[in-house]
């Protein structure tokens, strides 16, 4: 089965500063997506960013990028710049290929300090 | 991107009574739904997928007489927790997907239910 590891329960920043949430996960299937989805205190969950497993190159959104090492199975999520709005829940998540459903991580609590 | 609305965004019920929580797309068919279930500081925990005409899959653990999933349209999923117990109270989300061209889109997610029995 795949497994998602958060090892971050909880992470601070300080506004305007960059911070790295940390994701590994476990597969051994070729074909997947990985994801870092936000969900800010209305629960509502948001797609930050999404990476093919077949793209070498690591995908960017604004002041969102993430760092795959597929070899190592790891997808860490860098925040540049951060904002008071950053501050959430941020859940790393995998699907293998097809119409599959998506297994997520225990989350990373990011507080944004002014 | 795509709209999914999830009613009611939050309920209260007594114990022993059912109540149902509704799963619509606005602007695409969803072939496929998804529930998930999350505790208070915890993690999203699928508990079914939903494919429109097709009976729902269950993950294991999940029970599914007490979990009704009805897809009869290829907008609206239905979740139904029957004789609801204290337990059973959480925060209920629903996540939809297209198939167009044969590719499947990403889910997009619904805003959740807290559900709540007393």
Redesign the interface.
């Known amino acids: 089965a795949q497994t998602v590891t958060q090892s971050q329960p909880e992470m601070s920043v300080q506004e305007a500063e960059t911070v790295t949430l940390s994701c590994t996960y476990d597969t051994s299937e070729s074909d997947y997506y990985l994801?870092w989805y936000k969900q800010p205190p209305?629960?509502?969950?948001i797609?930050v960013i999404?990476q093919e497993a077949y793209k070498q190159q690591n995908a960017t959104e604004n002041r969102f990028s993430v760092n795959f090492q597929k070899a190592a199975k790891s997808f860490s999520l860098k925040i540049s710049d951060s904002q008071l709005g950053d501050a959430a829940m941020y859940?790393c998540a995998y699907r293998r290929g097809?119409?599959t459903?998506?297994?997520?991580?225990?989350?990373t609590r990011l507080s944004v300090i002014a | 991107?795509a709209v999914v609305s999830q009613h009611p965004s939050w309920v209260i019920c007594k114990s022993g009574t059912s109540v149902k929580i509704e799963c619509r797309s606005l602007d695409f068919q969803a072939?496929?739904m998804?529930w998930y279930r999350?505790f208070p500081k915890?993690?999203?925990?699928?508990m079914a997928?939903s494919n429109e005409g097709s009976k729902a899959t269950y993950e294991q653990g999940v029970e599914k007489d007490k979990f009704l999933i009805n897809h009869a349209s290829l907008t609206l999923s239905t979740l139904t927790v029957t004789s609801a117990h204290p337990e059973d109270s959480s925060?209920y989300?629903c996540?939809a997907?297209d198939?167009t061209g044969g590719i499947?889109t990403?889910?997009f997610?619904g805003?959740?239910t807290r559900l709540t029995v007393v």
């Not at chain 1, 459903?101 to 989350?107: D, I």
């Not at chain 2, 915890?42 to 699928?46: C, K, R």
């Open positions: 994801f209305s629960r509502q969950m797609l999404r859940f097809g119409n459903p998506l297994v997520f991580g225990k989350g | 991107g072939t496929t998804f999350q915890q993690s999203l925990m699928l997928t925060f989300i996540s997907r198939r499947y990403e889910a997610f805003q959740g």
